[in-house]
């Protein structure tokens, strides 16, 4: 790996190509001369009046063209206008990304039970076709377990006060007022339990992790407004006045991978596990069960040498592109593809695998899932509306499961170039032949 040096050198090199240094540093310098392009007002309803003003900034300032403006403000997007007031400000157009589905993946966990087809949305080749074939070995091992460990979404407002000895005593009052807390966070909620509040102390500084389960929902939202109404109360009732407080305190692991969500939880922590027989092994990926052991193994140090948090493969790839086909926030794949993936063999050679992600933030309700094609990818799980959000987390950790497994396989047996390269780099085909 190059030093630090010896890639600042060779950036440094790039940009004096093309120039001086005073010429590079006269390009960051501010500019007032020319006067900035029309701004994009924000609105808080979508009204048609509004995207045809947006877009006449977009084609008349900026360097989108006309037919970009056909492309992603069509017919459709302008049908469903109305149906984003929720989800989108400033709406300019529908961005339509391909959806493929794999399957059935057999499940037999606590809540997803059977088999399921998987949309998944992606412009990734090779995605869908690997976790296709970590789909099919699994349902043809019998299915793997699967299980829900474990429930709770966070935020984390803090406190300042003039001294270690104020926070002490507001702590105390927390502690004592946690009833009346609870009322008030649940007053903003249907859904929402408030079912811990768990101080942490930093010299004068007072973290305060509140903790809701949240139905079927992801439930950021529901979680933060409830705890707005929270430290409301505390700042009308409590007789330890903090010098100021702030409603999220980057503690709560909030779209981000953190070693607290690691160890504890941050909306579902699921697992799936399955051993598989050698010949079924050897027959689908084209390797020996030890072989992918092997490279379990070194990968399991890799990971260790390289700081990552948590040992596993690519458990992001999968849950973007599932996030993205049911509506849930996307960027919740920052935490979410956490966890610890591991390989054993058993008797016979047999391999047992395992997967368990402590970070699993999906909702069958609320958010984008209502939106159309995200609710049709839901439909196509057979998982839309409510009681079924902790299926989806199951089914969230048996796919990460057929990803790990797959792309391992694919690695062991030394096809995992040769797959990307068949599939990514392929011309374009309408035709080709249909499945039987």
């Known amino acids: 790996m190059p030093s630090a040096s010896e890639t600042a050198r060779r950036m440094l090199k790039a940009l004096l190509t093309t120039g001086t240094v005073d010429g590079v540093a006269d390009r960051q310098k501010r500019s007032m001369a020319t006067p900035s392009w029309p701004w994009l007002r924000q609105t808080k309803s979508l009204n048609p009046s509004f995207t045809a003003s947006y877009w006449r900034a977009l084609t008349g300032h900026g360097p989108a063209s006309q037919a970009d403006q056909a492309v992603l403000y069509d017919d459709v997007a302008q049908a469903d206008l109305a149906v984003y007031g929720r989800n989108i400000e400033n709406y300019v157009g529908n961005l339509r990304v391909p959806v493929g589905a794999i399957g059935p993946l057999r499940i037999n966990g606590l809540f997803a039970q059977g088999d399921h087809y998987v949309p998944l949305a992606t412009t990734e080749a090779a995605l869908v076709a690997s976790y296709g074939r970590g789909a099919r070995l699994i349902s043809a091992a019998g299915g793997c377990a699967a299980a829900i460990l474990a429930e709770g979404v966070h935020r984390a407002p803090g406190f300042a006060f003039a001294d270690l000895a104020d926070a002490g005593r507001f ?61 409301e109360a505390i700042a009308a009732e409590c007789p330890v006045k903090p010098l100021y407080w702030f409603l999220e305190t980057n503690l709560s692991g909030d779209k981000k991978a953190s070693a607290l969500s690691f160890t504890a939880v941050r909306g579902r922590k699921a697992v799936a596990e399955i051993i598989l027989p050698a010949d079924l092994v050897e027959s689908t990926l084209h390797t020996t069960t030890r072989r992918m052991h092997d490279y379990w193994r070194m990968s399991a140090l890799g990971g260790v040498m390289s700081g990552s948090i948590g040992i596993q493969g ?35 050679d047999a391999l047992y695998a395992s997967v368990t992600l402590p970070n699993i933030i999906v909702g069958t309700v609320g958010g984008g899932t209502g939106l159309p094609t995200q609710s049709a990818g839901l439909s196509i799980l057979g998982l839309k509306g409510e009681g079924k959000a902790r299926a989806l987390a199951e089914v969230c950790a048996a796919l ?37």
């Open 171 to 231: 702590v105390l009052w927390v502690m004592n007022a946690e009833d009346r807390l609870r009322a008030a966070a649940e007053a903003t909620t249907r859904h929402g339990k408030l079912v811990d509040i768990a101080p942490h102390i930093e010299g004068d500084h007072v973290y305060l992790v509140c903790t809701y389960t949240t139905g079927d929902a992801a439930g950021q939202n529901m979680v933060t407004i409830a705890t707005q109404a929270l430290c």
């Open 400 to 436: 990460c499961l057929a990803g790990e497994l797959s792309i391992i396989g694919a690695l062991a047996a030394g096809h995992f170039a040769r797959a990307h390269a068949s599939l990514a780099r392929r011309a374009p085909d309408a035709a080709g032949d249909a499945p039987a």
């Open 314 to 348: 690519h458990y992001a790839n999968g849950l973007a592109a599932l996030y993205l086909a049911t509506g849930q926030d996307v960027a919740c794949v920052a935490e979410s593809a956490v966890g610890v993936t591991r390989f054993e063999l058993r008797e016979d």
